[in-house]
């Protein structure tokens, strides 16, 4: 299984930025879709989650993010707006597969919001 992911990069407070993740079709209509993230020296937090009927978000994200799902290209979406800089991470898109007992982790991005 593979989760490709692109976007990220960097950006100045307040500043947006747009991540994606490809997958197969089997892994995008079985699997529940995550963002999560690890900032240094932290453990991993989560973001965001869609089963594409509901989606959650972490305390933290208050509004500025959005979790999207693009059925037609196997693609999940976090769109970020103003970001500050404790959202300087390493953003993770991640499947988890229950059906099959498993999570599958992309290979991770990097987002930097710096002045």
């Known amino acids: 299984v593979q989760l490709q992911q692109s976007g990220g990069g960097s950006v100045q407070p307040g500043g947006s930025l747009k991540l994606s993740c490809r997958t197969s079709g089997d892994v995008f209509s079985r699997c529940k879709m995550n963002w999560l993230r690890q900032a240094p020296g932290k453990e991993h937090e989560y973001v965001s989650q869609t089963d594409g009927t509901f989606t959650t978000y972490g305390d933290f994200v208050k509004g500025r993010f959005t979790i999207s799902r693009d059925n037609a290209e196997n693609t999940l979406h976090l769109q970020m707006n103003s970001l500050n800089i404790e959202d300087t991470a390493v953003y993770y898109c991640?499947?988890?597969?229950?059906?099959?007992?498993?999570?599958?982790w992309g290979q991770g991005t990097q987002v930097t919001v710096s002045s």
């Open positions: 991640v499947a988890d597969c229950w059906d099959w007992g498993e999570r599958f």
